[in-house]
């Protein structure tokens, strides 16, 4: 899938060196990174993605997408795609990356008090 194509939906703050490029994956974890991947740096409770920016892009990612006024000056001229969240940033590239299959699910609701297990 094309870069621009998966970021059209994104509230992003600021684009650097974005070109169209094809993106083969997506991956929160740059031991998962592939050439061609985008990489989305999220801040955890004990570990900062944004500290493993540039170990993605040595395993070749094209795109990086992390919050804007975190992470490391970047190594490469990869697109670096600045977010306020990336988390919710994630979640909706997986949607667009994978063809939006939450749209074919169906949602059934069971109420009452006993007997649901």
């Known amino acids: 899938m094309r870069l621009k194509e998966l970021i059209s939906n994104l509230?992003?703050?600021r684009l650097e060196n974005v070109s169209d490029c094809e993106i083969k994956?997506?991956?929160p974890d740059s031991n998962c990174i592939r050439p061609g991947y985008?990489?989305?740096a999220i801040k955890g409770e004990r570990v900062d993605g944004h500290s493993f920016i540039n170990q993605a892009i040595d395993k070749g990612a094209r795109a990086v997408i992390m919050e804007?006024?975190?992470g490391l000056p970047l190594k490469n001229k990869v697109a670096k795609?600045?977010?306020r969240d990336s988390r919710a940033s994630l979640a909706s590239v997986c949607a667009s990356f994978?063809?939006?299959?939450?749209k074919n699910l169906r949602v059934i609701g069971i109420t009452g008090?006993?007997?649901?297990?």
């Open 98 to 102: 994978f063809g939006h299959p939450a």
């Open 25 to 27: 994956g997506v991956s």
């Open 68 to 70: 804007k006024g975190r």
């Open 11 to 13: 509230d992003y703050r």
């Open 38 to 40: 985008l990489f989305v």
């Open 113 to 117: 008090t006993n007997g649901k297990t």
């Open 81 to 83: 795609i600045l977010v």
